[in-house]
């Protein structure tokens, strides 16, 4: 597979470059720095795969991805992120990223993108299939209570419904007639009750249900 990896950090980029070079089935072909990079790469080498980092000082990944995507809708596009990403994490994958890979886990990457190229979403090294990013069946209300949810109160549950449509604190907040506190106090509550770590695995739990 021929790739294209962009990220502000050289030394993530040349190191990826050497890591995934020396994968037998993986070729680079083009690396950047930035959004306005990634969307001239992509156009230049027309990859199997853009590995983009989500932030990015100037263009971001998210812009960039955007772009790739309306111009080919077939692209895959798989986000470098770290935790600190995760407000980003359900729109990108809205807008048609194949996935997200944690920047820190290297040996995970060179299998994960095996498994885009053969059609898989992934979200932190992992499988997911069979999941709708567009919003059918997200609808606030619309669907019965995946049972993982089953200790959250009303509130919290919507407020989790809200996330897994990609909405953030000020949309939620309006959506669900709440203030932004109140919605901040009801993600922390979420997490406690689920154990989880950020709002990207409440969306996730959420579709999986």
Known sequence: MRLIV??????????????LGAQPQIEVVGTGANGN?????YAEHAPDI????????????????????ERDPAARVVFLTTFSDDEYIVSALKLGARGYLIKTDVAAIPPALAQVMDGKRMLEGKAIEDIDFDGAGVEAGTTRRPAAFASLTDREFKVAELIARGLDNKEIAATAYMGEGTVRNHISSILAKMGLRNRTQIAIAYLRG
Do not use: F, T
């Open 6 to 19: 962009v990220d502000d950090d050289r030394l993530v980029v040349d190191s990826l470059k050497i890591i």
């Open 37 to 41: 990079d990634a969307v001239s790469l």
């Open 50 to 69: 853009a590995l983009l980092d989500i932030q990015m000082p100037g263009r971001d990944g998210l812009s960039a991805a955007r772009e790739i995507l």
